[in-house]
T-cell receptor, first 116, second 116 residues
């Protein structure tokens, strides 16, 4: 069975600090996909990134970066120079490859609070 | 806006009421999903539809009845709910690729349901 663990329930930092959100996953599939979503107070989940299991290159998008390490089954997310607008709940998710619809398995989420 | 709309945004109902949640996607996707998000559990997948056909029912009680008349619309019919069904119900859509990959899902803002 697939499983995603986000051990950090809540994180609180001061603005401009760097913060890393951890994500550890379990799967028996050799082909799978990992995702990060952001859920601001409005409730809507916002897609941030998708990574497939064959692409272990780290990715950087502005202040966001992702570190995928297959050896430790981790897909961590770092926000550099955090801002108050980054405050949200962040979810890591896992999906097997499929020709049709997919079943996303979510972690419990990490509530990130950026204090001014 | 992600291109997925949900109505109503808030719903309060008694245990004997019958109500329906509506989801519409304007993205041309062929797969649609219902998720439940409660305070005590991570995001739970409820139902999956691919090209209007239900492909997943994640052991959801029969008091929740989904309907997918076409690839753009998804309903969740509710009857004789319990107070523990109070949660945020999220709809999502994605594009099947015809090959074994996993495309990202786009989420609506959710319906906040309270069962009295």
């Amino acid at each position: 069975a697939q499983k995603v663990t986000q051990a950090q329930t809540e994180i609180s930092v001061v603005e401009k600090e760097d913060v890393t959100l951890d994500c550890v996953y379990e799967t028996r599939d050799t082909t799978y996909y990992l995702f990060w979503y952001k859920q601001p107070p409005s409730g809507e989940l916002v897609f941030l990134i998708r990574r497939n299991s064959f692409d272990e290159q780290n990715e950087i998008s502005g202040r966001y970066s992702w570190n995928f390490q297959k050896s430790t089954s981790s897909f961590n997310f770092t926000i550099t120079a955090s801002q108050v607008v980054d405050s949200a709940v962040y979810f890591c998710a896992l999906s097997e490859a499929s020709q049709g619809a997919q079943k996303l398995v979510f972690g419990q989420g990490t509530r990130l609070t950026i204090n001014p | 806006e992600t291109g997925v709309t949900q109505t109503p945004r808030h719903l309060v109902m008694g245990m004997t009421n019958k109500k329906s949640l509506k989801c519409e996607q304007h993205l041309g996707h062929n797969a649609m999903y219902w998720y439940k998000q409660s305070a005590k559990k991570p995001l739970e997948l409820m139902f999956v539809y691919n090209f209007k056909e239900q492909t997943e029912n994640n052991s959801v009680p029969s008091r929740f009845s989904p309907e997918c008349p076409n690839s753009s619309h998804l309903f969740l019919h509710l009857h004789t709910l319990q107070p523990e069904d109070s949660a945020l119900y999220l709809c999502a859509s994605s594009q099947g690729a015809g090959v074994r990959i996993a495309n990202e899902q786009f989420f609506g803002p959710g319906t906040r349901l309270t069962v009295l």
